[in-house]
């Protein structure tokens, strides 16, 4: 599972590079136009999906108008700007590989074409609703720096009330959560004192395919064109990551 924590990592750190160019501003204010529509308003202290997504707006630099014109869309207050919708598409990628591609869009019908193009294009397909969810469960995850001791966190977050804790060695670790537990997980930890470096809810997968490492790179490198997609939130795969693989795709695309 650390190869898992060394692809969170990897992500991470492409958001902030992304980030120093502006070019995730548009995906992060979308996800705050979600947050404040479905999540019951721009109230930080009642909408927990809102302030998650303020956190990681924050902590990506992301400028304050460009964060309070996102919540005026949200509320509605922002009559000439276009819906923007949440669409989870199902596909597979090569070898069978199970993926959940979480979009975030205001034109369902461009969002579908570019994400089947790059599927396509890769050796997958898409697959009819239902065909894949099947397969993952909505869960809750909370990074937190390696340089916390694993047995001690793995104590604090099961008495937060974490389902599961992954050691992520060098990388963040993982702390698994309901998904309705992961505000409150997540702020006890930090009233502990201990480092959160995210916390956001995820599709996890009930098993994983363990592939060769050519095999394991080729859907990497599908999974990075998918999320370079303006639309594309994140892609959620039920990919056995290897380190291996994962040490192979970075070299190769310079991370």
């Known amino acids: 599972m650390s190869g898992h924590s060394h692809w969170q ?37 009642t909408n927990i999906r809102l302030r998650m997504a303020l956190d990681k707006a924050r902590s990506l630099g992301m400028p304050k108008d460009n964060i309070e014109r996102a919540i005026r869309r949200g509320t509605g207050e922002d009559k000439g700007a276009e819906e923007i919708i949440q669409v989870l598409y199902e596909g597979y ?16 019908n461009r969002s579908v074409a570019a994400v089947r193009h790059v599927l396509t294009r890769a050796g997958g397909t898409m697959a009819d609703p ?20 694993f047995e001690e966190l793995f104590m604090a977050a099961v008495e937060a009330g974490a389902l599961d804790v992954i050691d992520g060695e ?49 859907i990497l490198r599908l999974i990075d064109e998918l999320e370079e997609l303006d639309d594309v939130r994140r892609v959620f795969s039920n990919l056995e990551m290897s380190e291996e693989a994962i040490g192979a795709y970075a070299a190769v695309a310079g991370d």
Do not use: C, Y
Request: glycine share 8%.
């Open 130 to 149: 239902g065909a894949v969810a099947w397969q993952f469960e909505r869960r809750g995850s909370i990074a937190v720096s390696a340089s916390m001791d």
């Open 93 to 108: 990628g090569p070898n069978g590989v199970a993926m959940m591609i979480d979009v975030l869009t205001d034109n369902r």
């Open 9 to 45: 990592t990897i992500r991470r750190k492409k958001e902030s590079n992304d980030a120093k160019r502006g070019a995730i501003f548009t995906k992060v204010a979308r996800e705050i136009v979600i947050a404040v529509r479905e999540g019951g308003g721009g109230d930080t202290d």
């Open 170 to 218: 060098d990388d963040a670790h993982e702390v698994i959560t309901a998904p309705s537990d992961l505000h409150v997980v997540s702020n006890a930890l930090k009233e502990m004192e201990i480092p959160v470096e995210n916390a956001e809810l995820i599709m996890m997968p009930q098993n994983e395919i363990e592939l060769e490492r050519q095999d394991s790179v080729r």
